[in-house]
């Protein structure tokens, strides 16, 4: 089996069966020391009719030095495997980051798979999501891919 083929088994596994798909609750819930932010994007791929609504709540501790980070992220969406599936490994990823490592996550993935090929992500850096690297050679399949990316980025910035 080859690479590809397992990064691909990856796709279709994580489509299959997602992290994070089912939105969480909207109550921003504070707790003692903890200020937390909710915040919900809906992207949609015009091309093919994807769709997700993603929901990320941020959150600051007291004595945190990096400032807030990612707490939950939760989404629902319809699409194809790879939109899907990109989406479940998002959520996997950002978990306990902070806006901005989050941000240049995003950023990093958005230039890999705008490089036509020529850059991989690193599966130190990106884990799961790395196996989405041989997307970019489809441009017609990178807004699929970007999709929840661009969901997160935009829930971050109204959270």
């Known amino acids: 089996m080859s690479l590809e083929d397992l990064y ?6 994580h489509s299959k069966r997602p992290h994070g798909k089912g939105l969480l609750g909207a109550d921003p ?3 003692s020391g903890t200020d937390s932010h909710v915040a919900e ?3 949609r791929n015009p091309i ?6 993603l929901r990320a709540r941020v959150a600051s501790s007291e004595g945190d030095p ?5 707490t939950e992220v939760s989404w629902e969406g319809s699409g194809c495997s790879i939109s899907q599936a990109s989406a479940s490994m998002l959520t996997e990823l950002v978990v306990g980051h902070t806006r ?15 490089s036509r090929g020529a850059m991989e992500l690193d599966e130190d850096v990106y884990g799961d999501a790395a196996a ?20 997160l980025e935009d829930a971050l910035r109204k959270a």
Do not use: N, P
């Open 41 to 43: 994007s809906h992207q």
């Open 8 to 13: 691909q088994e990856l796709i279709l596994d």
């Open 29 to 31: 819930s504070t707790r």
């Open 48 to 53: 093919c009719g994807d769709e997700i609504t």
């Open 100 to 114: 901005a490592e989050a941000g240049d996550l995003i950023d990093g993935f958005r230039e890999a798979l705008r």
């Open 132 to 151: 989405l690297t041989g997307v970019s050679r489809y441009v017609a399949r990178v807004k699929c891919a970007m999709l929840g990316w661009v969901a």
């Open 66 to 70: 990096d400032g807030e980070r990612i």
